[in-house]
């Protein structure tokens, strides 16, 4: 069974830093796809970064220059370095994994993490 275990949220001051973490685990062969979605009461998850296997990242507009995705394939790992927060960055993040298992690759998340971004 294959799981995804976020930590790293909380509450963090406008322009301070935080950075979240997600570690895959269980049985799988690899993980071609991971990244960060968020969520708010009464709005649907959206994106805010991913990252290929390759290492090519994509953004959403709203967090271009402040937020950085990166990955350790070794730790199966990803990470989001969020710089400079805004009030409107609280939300719950979901680590996002496309894992490709025996029977094919599949699409897990986390439990997800609060971020609150407030003086």
């Known amino acids: 069974q294959v799981q995804l275990a976020e930590s790293g949220g909380g509450l963090v001051q406008p322009g301070g830093s935080l950075r979240l973490s997600c570690a895959a685990s269980?049985?799988?062969?690899?993980?071609?796809?991971m990244g960060w979605y968020r969520q708010t009461p009464g709005n649907s998850r959206e994106l805010v970064a991913t990252?290929?296997?390759?290492?090519?990242?994509n953004y959403a507009d709203s967090v271009k220059g402040r937020f950085t995705i990166s990955r350790d394939t070794a730790k199966n790992t990803v990470y989001l370095q969020m710089n400079s927060p805004k009030p409107e960055d609280t939300a719950v993040y979901y680590c996002y994994g496309r894992i490709v298992i025996v029977t094919g690759y599949y699409d897990y998340w986390g439990q997800g993490t609060q971020v609150t971004v407030s003086s």
């Open positions: 990252i290929s296997s390759g290492g090519s990242t």
């Open positions: 269980g049985s799988f062969f690899s993980i071609t796809a």
